[in-house]
């Protein structure tokens, strides 16, 4: 029997937390034994919100970024024996009725990772900004330029995948200070495409971008956007690993 972990890290979600793990207890409490919440220390009541919902809750006693949020709760995952690691966006971006796509694969078909994307047939984008629909193109085109290996949606972040499949693999290494921000999920995909030993695949999964602009992304231009490409340059230099 698998045990499945929910991975969702938080920054300043009071608004979103709740009606998130309502709509994944709504619809995945069957298939999901634990919706672990990391909270990057927000600001507002996010933490609260999550646990009123339900919701196990870590905090950050900083705020550390994405990314060090990701790896809190894959610490959490593997401490505590589960099988499987599921991640999705605290931000309602993404649908958890869509769970079984990301998780049948992990246990009927025995895959190790499974990464969502929304330009599969049978994905869909809603109210997506122009820039980061532009975005979201190019990188899947750099992702191929310097690994050979052609992943549709590197930026999507709902994904699922076996936990101490990757976390006991000596070439992967999420405990670097550099992963803490939006390099860890890039980082990660780039070693899972360049390695022979995971059953990987892509499964169509839909992201919906708020009306109001600012609830849209918490992304900064140029910064983040190095962020996301900064991990494939530098493995691909051999200047980390």
Not at 70 to 96: K, W
Not at 107 to 117: H, K, P, T, Y
Not at 125 to 145: A, D, E
Request: charged share 25%; glycine share 6%; with cysteine.
């Amino acid at each position: 029997m698998n045990k499945t972990l929910l991975i969702i890290p938080a920054f300043n979600e009071s608004t979103k937390i709740g009606e998130v793990i309502n709509k994944v207890n709504q619809h995945c409490k069957s298939i999901i034994d634990k919706i672990c919440v990391v909270d990057d220390f927000s600001s507002d009541d996010t933490a609260e919100k999550a646990a009123n919902a339900g919701a196990f809750v870590l905090k950050h006693s900083k705020n550390l970024g994405v990314g060090a949020a990701i790896r809190t709760g894959l610490d959490y995952g593997y401490r505590e024996n589960y099988d499987i690691a599921v991640i999705i966006s605290g931000d309602d971006q993404h649908d958890p009725q869509e769970m079984p796509n990301i998780l049948t694969p992990l246990i009927r078909e025995d895959f190790d990772f499974i990464q969502g994307s929304r330009f599969m047939k049978g994905g869909k984008t809603v109210n997506q900004p122009f820039f980061r629909k532009l975005l979201t193109k190019i990188y899947p085109v750099i992702f191929y330029l310097l690994t050979g290996k052609y992943c549709s949606d590197i930026t999507n972040g709902f994904r699922g995948f076996k936990i101490k499949s990757i976390c006991d693999d000596p070439s992967i290494n999420l405990h670097q200070y550099w992963l803490n921000r939006y390099e860890l999920e890039v980082y990660l995909l780039y070693k899972i495409y360049n390695s022979n030993r995971y059953k990987k695949k892509e499964v169509p999964i839909s992201i919906l971008y708020h009306n109001r602009i600012r609830e849209r992304t918490k992304m900064k231009p140029l910064i983040d956007w190095w962020r996301i490409f900064r991990p494939l340059l530098l493995l691909r230099l051999k200047i980390k690993a």
